[in-house]
C-alpha cells in the first residue's frame, strides 16, 4: 500500500476504529520482532511498514484530539 493510500484510508477512518487498528497494528509488530527474535523472518521490511503505520495512526489521533481540544 502506497503511503497516499494509507494516509487516505486512516483518515476515512472514525476514532474508534483508528483505536482498533492502533493495536492490530501493535499486535502485529510484536508477531513481527518475536519472529525476528527467533530466526523466523526474511523480510525486515514489514517491520518498518509497520512501524510507519503506527506513527501515521498516532499522528491522526492526536491531529483530532487537538482539534477537538481547539473546538471547545
Known amino acids: ?3 497516499s493510500e494509507a494516509r487516505k484510508k486512516y483518515n476515512e477512518m472514525s476514532t ?3 483505536g482498533k487498528t492502533l493495536n492490530d ?3 502485529e509488530l ?3 520482532r518475536f519472529d525476528l527474535a527467533t530466526n523466523n523472518q526474511k523480510d525486515n521490511t514489514e517491520l ?3 512501524r510507519r503505520n503506527i506513527a ?3 499522528t491522526i489521533l492526536r491531529r483530532r484530539e487537538i482539534l477537538e481540544r ?3
Open 30 to 32: 510484536f508477531r513481527l
Open 48 to 50: 518498518k511498514k509497520c
Open 1 to 3: 500500500m502506497k503511503q
Open 70 to 72: 481547539a473546538a471547545k
Open 16 to 18: 474508534a476504529e483508528l
Open 56 to 58: 501515521r495512526v498516532n
Open 25 to 27: 497494528l501493535k499486535a
